[in-house]
């Protein structure tokens, strides 16, 4: 097996780059070799397979990756961790194939090698945007495994009727089937979080549920209902829909009832109302 980063070489890259790791950049680097190998195991990652990697840090889930033989496009913002990357890859697994893309994950809409999984350990306060971001713009990517903040993976994979199931839960479904994959200890990190962090897995539907533009107004939707969630349908999606008449009349020839809570739809409702709404 090739040599995975530890305690002592996550520390001794950080010392050599002078990075403290930040709160802000949600930087907490994975220490611990099995816990890598465990996430790429349950990735279900192929050999000669092209992942898209988001916020590499160091290199501990890269080298797990290219161990495997896959091909691995990491996005870095930081270009200090960028630019040791391919450093640290030719010392630890020479002749792997790394391409580093120095860049705003959030801002990012080409990719080489049509990667068609992704695999990362996402800061957790910016994990639903990127999702989103790298589902709308990228296609080809069907299959992933993330590692985020638990609370927040909990809620991209709740299911309708559940307390934590919101505006993430339906927007992640609009895309495809989401679940959870196990806990991750806080101790395989460096420095040691104050949350706890969990898998999240996916796999994308082969063909989309709606068009563009039915997803842009399903979206609105979504947001108007999460915002009030305590409120009546009928009330909370007044915003998009004209006033409570309005949105009563589309709902119910929607086969929604006007009575319902946003928690109570799936993704599929949502978009019925969308559809009538459009015309």
Known sequence: MSALLGPAEVRDLAELL?????KKLGQNFVIDGNTVRRIVKAAAIQP???VVEVGPGLGSLTLGLLELGASVVAVEIDK????QLPVTVEQFQPGSNLTVITQDAMTITELPNDPTALVANLPYNISVPVLLHFLEHFPRILTGMVMVQAEVGQRIAATPGSKIYGSPSVKAAWYGHWRTAGMVSRQVF????NVDSILVAFALRETSIGTEQE???????VDAAFQQ??????????VVLGDSGAASVTMEAAGIAPTARGEQLTVDDFLAIARQHLG
């Open 18 to 22: 002078g990075i403290q790791p930040t």
């Open 80 to 83: 200090r961790l960028a630019a």
């Open 190 to 193: 460096w420095p040691v979080p």
């Open 48 to 50: 000669g397979q092209s």
């Open 215 to 221: 997803r842009l107004a399903t979206f609105a939707l």
């Open 229 to 238: 969630r305590r409120k009546m349908l009928r009330q909370s999606l007044s």
